[in-house]
């Protein structure tokens, strides 16, 4: 066992047996281990001569090549807009109706007003407008609108915004009318749906919804809403009160959530994406897109 300990030793030995001691060779590394990690030191050299690299007390060193992943992002969206500035500079003098008459230059904006949706509108309404019942946020997929679903009217919702409030009927949430009451027109609302069969409370109910609570102002005597309904005939102001004759609902149609609703009332505002000086604006461009995509969801007329 002698000449193991003639080895290259580094001449630590932790024991004192003999045969076997407990010592540290000094081995070298092998060629190619060193060699990278010769080529590592160079490339980090080299990396830093090039490219932005070491924090400063003001920014940071450029690189003789001053790259930026920032400059290239917006050398990439100046390339992009270059693009697409013969089609916005079409969309900004064309009107709605022209541009959905032009096969090419609607497809473009259904694409940008997808993408602004997304970004913008997505968090209230859902993918693809399907709507949020527990917020009240209406589905822009179907045909039933609040205040309208041609061009104009949805280009004038998005830019100047929409309110609506449904007043509490329940004298412990500030209106007028007893338990009982809110109980009898809730069960004649769900008769307009066809989900109420109590004869005595819809009867008690109807007097109620065109008598004292007036329900019928906003609602409409049928109560197909303020878009399409009629109070002794004459029209109704638009404030978007929603159809009651149909299975569409903004919060749910189950007898509890009626109740709730016209019991303690509801609120709803759609903000105003094009009024200036608000955090919020976006361009005409970008209303008129987010309009055509809107309309392209299934429910625009």
């Known amino acids: 066992m002698a000449d193991l300990k003639d080895g290259k ?43 932005p690299a070491w924090p400063l007390a003001d920014g940071f060193t450029k690189g003789v090549w001053d790259w930026s992943m920032y400059k290239e992002l917006k050398q990439d969206l100046d390339e992009v807009a270059a693009k697409q500035k013969p089609f916005n500079d079409r969309l900004e003098k064309l009107s709605l109706k022209e541009i959905a008459g032009d096969n090419a230059l609607l497809q473009y904006s259904v694409s940008g007003g997808k993408a602004l949706f997304g970004d913008y509108c997505a968090p209230c ?95 409409g005597d049928k109560g197909d809403g303020s878009l399409k ?22 919060y749910g149609g189950d007898a509890q959530t009626v109740r709730e609703s016209i019991g303690k009332g509801r609120t709803g505002h759609m903000p105003a994406w094009g009024e200036e000086n608000s955090a919020r604006k976006l361009s005409p461009l970008q209303i008129k897109q987010l309009t055509l995509y809107v309309h392209s969801l299934g429910g625009g007329k």
């Open 9 to 51: 030793t580094t001449g630590h030995q932790w024991d004192e047996e003999e045969g076997f001691p407990l010592q540290e060779y000094n081995n070298p590394l092998p060629r190619w281990w060193l060699y990278t990690f010769y080529a590592t030191i160079i490339w980090a050299v080299v990396y830093w001569v090039l490219y």
């Open 125 to 219: 309404h859902g993918a693809g407008g399907v709507g949020v019942k527990a917020g009240g946020f209406p589905t822009l997929a179907d045909d039933d609108w609040l205040f309208g679903g041609d061009l104009a009217t949805i280009q004038e919702t998005i830019s100047k915004g929409r309110s609506g409030m449904m007043p509490a009927q329940l004298k412990g949430a500030g209106g007028a009318f007893a338990d009982n009451q809110v109980e009898d027109l809730t069960q004649y609302v769900l008769s307009l749906s066809g989900k109420s069969k109590d004869a005595a409370a819809i009867a008690r109910g109807d007097k109620l919804f065109h008598g004292e609570a007036a329900c019928n102002s906003c609602h």
């Open 229 to 250: 309904g009629t109070m002794a005939g004459g029209p109704l102001p638009p404030v978007g009160a929603p159809n009651l004759t149909d299975a569409i609902w903004l």
